[in-house]
């Protein structure tokens, strides 16, 4: 696609636009904002001011236009969302200094209408990225962001032998001083490691320790050559020196046309997700015939549920089979009826105290997957920023029925309560959004992680040729990687605990393999679920959906009887009980004793003369309060699984 530079001048806003090249975007033009005339640096949240003396030089170094504006707006509003959950008012925030990069990417795109992404250096910082991706979405945008979660080390080594070379024009963290100023990266990089491991500091400056400016890099016509500079000190003390270099003069020189070197693209899959591939390999290759068998989808027991149950415990509320009343004539859009099943869901929430936007999943069941698009049109006009977390099935609904929604919300007594992961912009990370969700949400110390199909995150495409191993090695990375994204977004100190999965399969013969893939992880135990389904998103063949437990319970210190947060481990249980006739019942428990949350997955075989409940509560006595303090029960072909607050 033609996209437009976000040009700081620094190390990142450059080499990622060596990225774009190579995956094949075309660099149209650039655009910069900066402090007014006379002000050489600003104390911007979203911005780096300093070295815009020589933006100019940079983007003709690349050879593109320039498009620049002056930053009027301040950092308004700070938190970790920008814009509002509700769809009504999720435009920008009058006065921020996010909407000064709105008006800039208006203006070039009148000048430039066939721009459709915006490249961006981000690695690490959650706040410029919920705000580029929120200017893009509003302007038709798709973001670059081809660094987002890479190791820094690594990166800065790979920039380093790309050929990009930066200078240190600015240094604010311990142990770097004015005589920093000016160096390379090359004669930084043993300096900037040693800092890393004596204080911590971020090798790349996601920190703020250091700003740099690019002379040169693999896109560069030109090379910059700084001809007058000047040191700037802000304050020079023993613990951390805040200094800048001024430009006073620079000038162009002409790059040989010989081959440029070019940036290292990271290996699609590590190491322990390249043994989750052998191992569903190895299972295919001890099969000889993989066809597809037929599936009437029967089940020994019909079980036949009540439409939209509604239930509140605590905080937690879960609403469950929401569908729209059909008609008579049986006339009835799909748009109509998406509408009609998010009203009924709305006004379950409203009647417990909650609206729309506190929820923190929700499951899309749909009879046929050519309705994913115009169902997806509709679901987004009910949310604003950080929707929530989201999978999206196609399984065999009642006659008539087209979609069945559930819940899961949390009524937090303030916004900072919930967090979300939105990322939007295509990277080697994990995939962006293909639908109105969120990746995860974060509340009452649980994560809540959309279902994940195996996608390649840098095309938003399934491997070709398709391959089953390759997608569940995917999916369960991507799982991982928002997993950890999240932990380091919030600070740490939490490890996480997978309550449970389910695994989404569209083949009944992929279902040994998955499990053969699922063992293969190197990973605690937990109540998992394997579920054939008709059909999943781009049709992938495997969609996995997790949640976590952050390991943090609320208990009460014995010293001061104060609630404080403690790390602690759950504990889990799986047995199995077998009847005469092959009847049996397995289960398996994940619990923390400490807040009393759990997850349970229940799988019943054969004919019992009782209902599965009943059964339940009289042979298997230790399930008994699990089942009684459930929040939510799923009932999915003779299996039970259950979610407890």
């Given at each position: 696609m033609k996209y437009v530079a976000l040009l700081s001048g620094g190390k990142d806003s450059c080499y990622n636009l060596v990225h774009c090249s190579q995956n094949g975007h075309d660099l149209i033009a650039a655009a910069s904002l900066g402090p007014e005339p006379g002000k050489e640096e600003l104390d911007s949240y979203l911005y780096q001011t300093v070295g815009q003396d020589a933006i100019e030089f940079v983007a003709r170094a690349l050879d593109v236009p320039l498009y620049r504006r002056i930053i009027t707006g301040h950092a308004i509003e700070q938190g970790s969302e920008y814009g509002e959950r509700k769809p009504n008012n999720a435009s920008g925030v009058v006065g921020d200094e996010t909407e000064d990069l709105f008006e800039l990417l208006s203006t070039v795109k009148a000048h430039h209408p066939d721009i459709k992404g915006v490249s961006v250096g981000a690695i690490l910082s959650n706040y410029q990225r919920v705000r580029v991706e929120h200017v893009c979405r509003r302007l038709g945008l798709t973001t670059l962001c081809y660094l987002w979660q890479r190791d820094q080390a690594h990166l800065l080594s790979e920039m380093i032998d790309a050929g990009v070379e930066a200078i240190l024009i600015k240094v604010a963290g311990i142990g770097l001083t004015?005589?920093?100023?000016?160096?390379?990266?090359?004669?930084?990089?043993?300096?900037?490691?040693?800092?890393?491991?004596?204080?911590?500091?971020?090798?790349?400056?996601?920190?703020?320790?250091?700003?740099?400016?690019?002379?040169?890099?693999?896109?560069?016509?030109?090379?910059?050559?700084?001809?007058?500079?000047?040191?700037?000190?802000?304050?020079?003390?023993?613990?951390?020196?805040?200094?800048?270099?001024?430009?006073?003069?620079?000038?162009?020189?002409?790059?040989?046309?010989?081959?440029?070197?070019?940036?290292?693209?990271?290996?699609?899959?590590?190491?322990?997700?390249?043994?989750?591939?052998?191992?569903?390999?190895?299972?295919?290759?001890?099969?000889?015939?993989?066809?597809?068998?037929?599936?009437?989808?029967?089940?020994?027991?019909?079980?036949?549920?009540?439409?939209?149950?509604?239930?509140?415990?605590?905080p937690w509320i879960v609403v469950s089979n929401v569908q729209a009343d059909i008609p008579d004539d049986g006339i009835l859009t799909i748009e109509e009826e998406v509408t009609q099943c998010f009203t009924t869901l709305a006004e379950h929430l409203s009647s417990y105290g909650a609206d729309l936007s506190q929820c923190t999943m929700i499951n899309v069941m749909i009879s046929s997957m050519d309705l994913f698009l115009p169902v997806n049109a509709v679901y987004s006009t009910f949310f604003g920023v950080s929707p929530p977390a989201r999978a999206c099935v196609c399984v065999d609904l009642p006659k008539t029925v087209?979609?069945?929604?559930?819940?899961?919300?949390?009524?937090?007594?303030?916004?900072?309560?919930?967090?979300?992961?939105?990322?939007?912009?295509?990277?080697?990370?994990?995939?962006?959004?293909?639908?109105?969700?969120?990746?995860?949400?974060?509340?009452?110390?649980?994560?809540?992680?959309?279902?994940?199909?195996?996608?390649?995150?840098?095309?938003?495409?399934?491997?070709?040729?398709?391959?089953?191993?390759?997608?569940?090695?995917?999916?369960?990375?991507?799982?991982?990687?928002?997993?950890?994204?999240?932990?380091?977004?919030?600070?740490?100190?939490?490890?996480?605990?997978?309550?449970?999965?389910?695994?989404?399969?569209?083949?009944?013969?992929?279902?040994?393999?998955?499990?053969?893939?699922?063992?293969?992880?190197?990973?605690?135990?937990?109540?998992?679920?394997?579920?054939?389904?008709?059909?999943?998103?781009?049709?992938?063949?495997?969609?996995?959906?997790?949640?976590?437990?952050?390991?943090?319970?609320?208990?009460?210190?014995?010293?001061?009887?104060?609630?404080?947060?403690?790390?602690?481990?759950?504990?889990?249980?799986?047995?199995?009980?077998?009847?005469?006739?092959?009847?049996?019942?397995?289960?398996?428990?994940?619990?923390?004793?400490?807040?009393?949350?759990?997850?349970?997955?229940?799988?019943?075989?054969?004919?019992?003369?009782?209902?599965?409940?009943?059964?339940?509560?009289?042979?298997?006595?230790?399930?008994?309060?699990?089942?009684?303090?459930?929040?939510?029960?799923?009932?999915?072909?003779?299996?039970?699984?259950?979610?407890?607050?």
């Open positions: 004015k005589n920093h100023l000016g160096k390379t990266l090359s004669q930084m990089r043993t300096t900037l490691s040693k800092l890393n491991t004596l204080y911590g500091s971020h090798i790349c400056g996601e920190g703020g320790e250091y700003e740099t400016l690019t002379l040169d890099c693999p896109l560069f016509k030109y090379r910059i050559n700084l001809t007058d500079t000047e040191t700037v000190i802000h304050s020079d003390n023993d613990f951390a020196t805040v200094a800048f270099l001024r430009v006073k003069g620079a000038e162009l020189e002409s790059k040989s046309d010989g081959i440029n070197q070019v940036a290292i693209i990271p290996t699609l899959l590590e190491d322990q997700y390249e043994s989750i591939k052998q191992a569903v390999n190895d299972s295919l290759n001890k099969i000889e015939s993989n066809k597809r068998t037929s599936w009437g989808g029967s089940f020994t027991h019909h079980v036949n549920f009540p439409t939209s149950l509604g239930w509140r415990k605590g087209r979609v069945r929604l559930e819940c899961i919300a949390y009524a937090e007594i303030s916004p900072r309560d919930r967090q979300a992961l939105h990322v939007q912009g295509l990277s080697y990370w994990a995939p962006a959004n293909i639908g109105p969700y969120s990746q995860a949400i974060t509340t009452g110390e649980r994560v809540f992680i959309s279902g994940q199909i195996g996608l390649i995150p840098s095309e938003l495409a399934l491997p070709i040729p398709r391959s089953l191993s390759t997608e569940m090695a995917l999916a369960s990375q991507h799982v991982e990687r928002i997993a950890t994204a999240l932990k380091e977004n919030s600070g740490g100190g939490w490890e996480g605990f997978t309550l449970s999965a389910i695994y989404w399969i569209t083949e009944p013969n992929h279902l040994i393999h998955v499990k053969q893939g699922h063992l293969a992880h190197k990973s605690r135990q937990y109540p998992t679920l394997f579920v054939v389904v008709k059909d999943l998103p781009k049709h992938a063949l495997v969609e996995k959906q997790v949640i976590l437990h952050t390991g943090r319970c609320h208990v009460v210190d014995n010293y001061d009887g104060e609630l404080m947060l403690q790390s602690c481990i759950p504990l889990y249980d799986c047995r199995i009980l077998n009847y005469d006739s092959g009847r049996s019942i397995l289960w398996q428990t994940l619990t923390f004793k400490e807040d009393h949350s759990a997850c349970a997955v229940i799988f019943i075989k054969g004919e019992f003369e009782q209902s599965y409940a009943t059964e339940l509560r009289e042979m298997v006595s230790s399930l008994t309060q699990t089942l009684e303090q459930a929040l939510s029960i799923r009932y999915s072909n003779d299996t039970y699984s259950v979610f407890l607050q």
